[in-house]
């Protein structure tokens, strides 16, 4: 570990400062702001319209940058001010600290040297240990909960999302955003890995002291926003980013490179794969139009399975093939249900398929469910083959 005058010079030359955003926290904020300068004077304070006395305390700082808020407007939109702010001043980089008492500013000197030796630019996050005694419970859930979504939006496995004690990279991250409270935490840490910046955890030390701290998180309230924001960010993970990552992958290789590399080279075994590839294959010919690309990825993701080949096989539905898929479900679910009419290729139509619809539904999962095995199995010994030459 660095020396802290080390640590003070190295955030001068790198352009880092710390962002304190503040509200109604008068029994820590005094701590965290003297904390933080024993590393750096560069520190910008927002104070997000308290209503105690912190403006008084932030009086006795008065070298530092401040920016007041007669009112709350929420974490996020004060998050956003102080980057505005640091931009302005020239800063490169931030580092947000909670002012509640939760985040030891001793951590500082851990995103600093975690900067130094990354070869990139990268959005820092502090991964809390949230199995500790005394973090409350709906903190370690929420942090799962978090987890999760944020791995299926953006496919990065991290241990904790939720943490404000962060590094941000200024010029990389996102300039516009559409949210104003806690959720924005979720929602610039996505957008960032979406424009293809690592996000990346730290091990950090946290305290949950219940006679100090003071969490301004309205559970329900909170929580409605941050499902509404989820559910956004996860309907254009599927309808555009899944399937833009997908072909820009594919157009950056030829087909014969990135067969073997992304699809035959996975590190996914053989039988994940070939799972993958019959699910794929399963929900594009079965009768779920419109759903195909979002069920072929969220259900590979539910079950962890390859969503890259899922998604690919799921296409097995194009335009040019629907005309035999559906004749070929009509003539399948024609051995089960018996239909009074002789059918026709040459004479295939809407009409013809609404007044033969149980017998299309009936045979399309059938043929769904033996194709997709046919291509599972194929695709499994192809696998195999590969995998002993």
């Known amino acids: 570990m660095k020396s802290v005058s080390s640590i003070t010079q190295t955030m001068q030359e790198c352009g880092i400062c710390v962002i304190i955003p503040t509200y109604n926290n008068p029994k820590t904020l005094s701590r965290i702001l003297e904390g933080v300068l024993c590393f750096t004077d560069q520190i910008i304070v927002v104070n997000d319209g308290s209503t105690d006395h912190t403006p008084d305390i932030l009086a006795g700082y008065s070298a530092l940058c401040q920016i007041h808020f007669s009112e709350n407007c929420g974490k996020g939109y004060a998050l956003r001010q102080g980057f505005k702010k640091a931009l302005e001043l020239?800063?490169?980089?931030?580092?947000?600290?909670?002012?509640?008492?939760?985040?030891?500013?001793?951590?500082?000197?851990?995103?600093?040297?975690?900067?130094?030796?990354?070869?990139?630019?990268?959005?820092w996050i502090g991964s809390r240990n949230m199995s500790q005694d005394g973090v409350p419970k709906k903190s370690s859930f929420g942090n799962a909960f978090s987890?999760?979504?944020?791995?299926?939006?953006?496919?990065?496995?991290?241990?904790?999302?939720?943490?404000?004690?962060?590094?941000?990279?200024?010029?990389?991250?996102p300039t516009r955003y559409v949210t104003r409270k806690f959720e924005f935490e979720i929602e610039v840490i996505v957008r960032t890995a979406w424009k293809r910046i690592p996000v990346k955890n730290v091990p950090i030390n946290v305290l949950y002291d219940p006679l100090e701290r003071v969490s301004h998180f309205r559970p329900i309230k909170d929580f409605a926003r941050i499902s509404l924001l989820n559910t956004a960010l996860v309907l254009i993970a599927l309808i555009y980013i899944f399937p833009r990552n997908f072909f820009c992958q594919f157009k950056k290789k030829s087909f014969k490179k990135f067969l073997r590399e992304d699809l035959l080279g996975s590190d996914d075994s053989a039988e994940k794969k070939a799972l993958s590839i019959a699910l794929g294959t399963f929900i594009g010919i079965a009768p779920l139009w419109g759903l195909q690309s979002f069920l072929s990825i969220f259900l590979a993701a539910i079950f962890r399975l390859n969503k890259v080949l899922s998604f690919a096989f799921s296409n097995v539905s194009i335009p040019p093939m629907i005309p035999f898929i559906i004749y070929g479900s009509l003539q399948v679910g024609g051995i089960f249900y018996v239909s009074q009419t002789s059918l026709n290729f040459e004479q295939m139509s809407i009409d013809m398929i609404s007044d033969h619809l149980i017998q299309y539904v009936v045979g399309s999962f059938i043929l769904a469910t033996v194709v997709a095995t046919a291509f599972g199995f194929a695709a499994y010994a192809l696998f195999q083959f590969s995998k002993n030459n």
């Open 147 to 173: 987890n999760f979504w944020f791995w299926f939006e953006t496919g990065i496995q991290l241990t904790d999302t939720q943490s404000g004690y962060r590094m941000y990279p200024l010029n990389a991250i």
């Open 90 to 123: 020239g800063y490169s980089y931030a580092i947000t600290i909670d002012s509640d008492g939760q985040h030891f500013p001793e951590d500082i000197p851990v995103f600093v040297e975690k900067h130094l030796e990354a070869q990139e630019e990268v959005l």
